[in-house]
C-alpha cells in the first residue's frame, strides 16, 4: 500500500513569507506527527495527533508554528513570517494506536526541505 | 528529557568488514527502540524495531541488541558492502515521541 506522502518535496521561500507544509499518512493510521531535521542530527519532535485531536504541541518552536489535521487524516503544518534559522528538513510520520504506549512504529513519510532566502 | 547519543559520528571501513553502531540513551524508561537508515534526499527507513521486553531483533545482515537497564543499543551489520553506506539513526519511544540521535554516517569502501 501507499505510504506517508508528504508536498511539496522542495519549498523555497523568501523571509516573511508564510508556508504550509502538507501530510497524508498511511491509510487507517490515526496517530501523526510531525518532526523537524537540521542539517546534520536527528528529527526532533514538533507535535502529535490522534484522530483531529492536538495531543501535544510542545514541541513547536514558537507561536508561527501550528498545525491541524481537521478531518482525522490529512494534517498541514503552517509556519507563519518565515525566518531563515526555520530552514530544515520537515517530517511527517503516521502510525496505528492513538493509545500511549503500545507496540507500534511510527511510519516517516520523505520529508519537505524548507529553504528561507 | 530523554538524550540520545550516538557512537561514533562517521565510520569508514572496507567491504566486507563488520560494521557496530553504538546508541545510548538516558531515561530507560522506554517502550521500543528503532534503528532508522537515512539516505541523503530520502525519507528514514526503518530497519530494526526492538521491544522494551527484548534484548535483540535480526533482520537479515543487521542485528540489533539492547539492554534498556544500562540504556544501549548496538547495531551490526555483517560483511558490508557499498551499498550500506548511510547515516544510521537511532530512535527511543517514551510514550509516543521518538527522540532520535544524530546518526552514525557509514562509508563501505569498495
Known amino acids: 500500500g501507499a505510504g506517508v506522502s508528504q508536498s511539496p518535496r522542495y519549498k523555497v521561500t523568501k523571509r516573511g513569507q508564510d508556508v504550509a507544509l502538507r501530510c497524508d499518512p498511511i491509510s487507517g493510521h490515526v496517530s501523526l506527527y510531525w518532526y523537524r531535521q537540521a542539517l546534520g542530527q536527528g528529527p526532533e519532535f514538533l507535535t502529535y495527533f490522534n484522530y483531529e485531536a492536538q495531543q501535544d504541541k510542545s514541541g513547536l518552536p514558537n507561536d508561527r508554528f501550528s498545525a491541524e489535521r481537521p478531518e482525522g487524516s490529512i494534517s498541514t503544518l503552517t509556519i507563519q513570517r518565515t525566518e531563515q534559522r526555520d530552514s530544515a528538513m520537515y517530517r511527517c510520520a503516521s502510525s496505528l494506536t492513538p493509545t500511549s504506549g503500545g507496540l507500534y512504529e511510527q511510519y516517516f513519510g520523505p520529508g519537505t526541505r524548507l529553504t528561507v532566502t | 528529557k530523554q538524550e540520545v547519543t550516538q557512537i561514533p559520528a562517521a565510520l569508514s571501513v572496507p567491504e566486507g568488514e563488520n560494521l557496530v553502531l553504538n546508541c545510548s540513551f538516558t531515561?530507560?524508561?522506554?517502550?521500543?527502540l528503532q534503528w532508522f537508515r537515512q539516505d541523503p534526499g530520502k525519507g528514514l527507513t526503518s530497519l530494526l524495531l526492538?521491544?522494551?521486553?527484548?534484548r535483540e531483533q535480526t533482520s537479515g545482515r543487521l542485528n540489533a541488541s539492547l539492554d534498556k537497564s544500562s540504556g544501549r543499543s548496538t547495531l551490526y551489520i555483517a560483511a558490508s558492502q557499498p551499498g550500506d553506506s548511510a547515516t544510521y539513526l537511532c530512535a527511543v519511544r517514551n510514550d509516543y515521541k521518538l527522540s532520535f540521535g544524530a546518526g552514525t554516517t557509514v562509508t563501505v569502501r569498495a
Open positions: 531515561d530507560s524508561a522506554i517502550y521500543n
Open positions: 526492538i521491544q522494551s521486553s527484548q
